[in-house]
């Protein structure tokens, strides 16, 4: 079993930053397969950001220079920082842990609303 805890997640305005954290817990084999994905209302949820087999970074388009995806070994935590956030963020942000294909994870979602 694996759990994942979300936190950083709040109002702000457009153009400001927020950093969330996933802990990850349980049988995590390597925390590079954690990432974040995001829903938008009424969108279908979207990898926001992960880390490649060769342990590099991976971004959508609509968030390269803005997000970066780091993480802490040692704590077993994955960090998103978002900056320069515009209205489109606005979404419920998952963390998600992949064991294997169509074998996931899920934390419980935090919510960003970033206001014009």
């Known amino acids: 079993q694996v759990q994942l805890v979300e936190s950083g997640g709040g109002l702000v305005q457009a153009g400001g930053s927020l950093r969330l954290s996933c802990a990850a817990s349980g049988s995590i084999f390597s925390i590079n397969n954690v990432g974040w994905y995001r829903r938008a209302p009424g969108k279908q949820r979207e990898l926001v950001a992960g880390?490649?087999?060769?342990?590099?970074?991976d971004y959508a388009d609509s968030v390269k220079g803005r997000f970066t995806i780091s993480r802490d070994t040692a704590k077993n935590t994955v960090y998103l920082q978002m900056n320069s956030l515009k209205p489109e963020d606005t979404a419920v942000y998952y963390c998600?842990?992949?064991?294997?294909?169509?074998?996931?994870?899920w934390g419980q979602g935090t919510q960003v609303t970033v206001s014009s």
């Open positions: 880390f490649t087999s060769g342990g590099r970074t």
């Open positions: 998600n842990y992949r064991v294997s294909v169509g074998n996931n994870y």
